[in-house]
């Protein structure tokens, strides 16, 4: 398979809940025109953010099909497909495939870890092999999996056991193992850097893509970094990552990414409803305290919002 050749801000989208918990795939159409307006290159749908564990089989197929629907190849849809039945991933893998996704990819199975590098391998390919046609990403997060094997290695087994194997989906603070990652093969295989607020740490070492949940509200704030980085206006880049650094500063004050980060495109004009138990909703008073915090750092101004 000739390996992709990923580049920009791939955003990681909630998945829309109407007020009864159900699915809101209507969302989805002007979701996906907000991103393609605003310079994102891709999705990778139901992953953490979009509260992939939270999710049946059947919901998760529904919202890739609307993705790729709403997407018209402007986007590049990557359809998470991970959990913790090889079976459940390997249909979702063949379905990704006949819908017509762009790529796959997997995190670690959390609840029976793998304990070596052999055994997530064992995992992860057969899942790939259900969609060979698809290129095939790892889904490192170890803060979530507790799987906290070292990726570098893990690319010397994919290269040799999941022909289709094409990168990982880097989310974690080890940016030693990343350089290890980018550099592994001569740099042939896509690394997304997995965090928004060290996203200028992923440009020194020469990332070309990442995937993140704040793309989704603030996507030009990254391009913005991305540009000043480019033109060696190193000053700029960091005065510009600190502003993402006091946003998430305030998401994880009001709950974490996840559920403040749907509070906050319903303010951009995107109604993503609440999240689904076990993740908590914010009262009315922590989402006005919040608004208000955002207001304070001129987060609204930056985005042309109230």
Not at 13 to 21: I, V
Not at 23 to 49: M, P, Q, R
Not at 169 to 191: N, P, S, V
Request: a neutral charge; aromatic letters at 10%.
């Amino acid at each position: 398979m000739n390996l992709p050749v990923l580049k920009g801000l791939i955003a990681a989208p909630y998945t829309p809940m109407d007020k009864q918990g159900g699915l809101n795939l209507d969302t989805i159409d002007k979701y996906a025109d907000h991103l393609i307006e605003n310079g994102v290159s891709g999705v990778f749908v139901c992953g953490t953010t979009g509260e992939w564990p939270s999710l049946s089989t059947e919901e998760r197929k529904a919202v890739l099909e609307k993705w790729i629907s709403a997407a018209r190849g402007k986007l590049k849809v990557i359809s998470h497909v991970g959990g913790n039945s090889v079976y459940q991933s390997i249909e979702l893998a063949s379905h990704a495939s006949r819908a017509g996704a762009y790529a796959i990819g997997s995190l670690a199975p959390s609840f029976f870890k793998p304990g070596n590098v052999k055994e997530l391998v064992s995992f992860l390919a057969p899942v790939a092999g259900a969609a060979p046609d698809l290129p095939f990403f790892y889904y490192h997060i170890p803060s979530l999996t507790g799987v906290h094997l070292n990726v570098s290695e893990l690319m010397v087994a994919a290269r040799e056991s999941i022909p289709t194997f094409a990168g990982v989906k880097f989310t974690h603070w080890d940016l030693y193992d990343m350089q290890k990652c980018m550099a592994f093969d001569e740099g042939r295989y896509t690394i997304f850097h997995g965090f928004d607020e060290i996203l200028l740490c992923g440009l020194s070492l020469g990332i070309q893509a990442a995937v993140g949940s704040t793309y989704n509200y603030i996507p030009a704030l990254y391009l913005k970094i991305w540009d000043a980085f480019n033109r060696n206006d190193f000053i700029r880049a960091r005065e510009l990552q600190m502003i993402s650094v006091r946003i998430v500063d305030i998401l994880n004050r009001y709950g974490g990414a996840t559920a403040a980060g749907k509070v906050i495109m319903k303010y951009i004009g995107i109604d993503c409803g609440d999240c689904r138990n076990p993740l908590r909703k914010l009262t009315e008073d922590e989402k006005e305290a919040m608004k208000m915090d955002l207001k304070n750092i001129g987060f609204f101004n930056s985005i042309g919002h109230n």
